[in-house]
């Protein structure tokens, strides 16, 4: 079973920064959309940013301006550069790829996971 691998977590200072990156064991067809999501303690997981095949994006709020996700589709990659770090984006992180439904076979993947944690 094909299975997303998270790297890039770490301690970090605020304002600090770091690159995450998920791959995935073997090849994944008809990826629709890579994401990174995290879950703070105590929190919900959410959004952090999502690109799609064509390459549009969408952030959250909370990272706009200081988080970029890129991927390299030939590679089943996807990339999270996060600048100016703060105390509020430690978490875990978790990348997730997304299929169309109507494809036969599993339809997302999530990573296990990487944790930031950002020192003030």
């Known amino acids: 079973q094909v299975q997303l691998v998270e790297s890039g977590g770490g301690l970090v200072q605020a304002g600090g920064s770091l690159r995450l990156s998920c791959g995935a064991s073997g090849t994944i067809f008809n990826i629709n959309a890579m994401g990174w999501y995290r879950q703070a303690p105590g929190k919900q997981r959410e959004l952090a940013a999502r690109i799609t095949s064509g390459g549009r994006t969408n952030y959250a709020d909370s990272v706009k301006g200081r988080f970029t996700i890129s991927n390299d589709n030939a590679k089943n990659t996807v990339y999270l550069q996060m600048n100016s770090l703060k105390a509020e984006d430690t978490a875990v992180y978790y990348c997730?790829?997304?299929?169309?439904?109507?494809?036969?076979?599993?339809?997302?993947?999530w990573g296990q996971g990487t944790l930031v944690t950002v020192s003030e």
């Open positions: 997730k790829f997304e299929r169309p439904t109507w494809v036969a076979g599993q339809f997302e993947y």
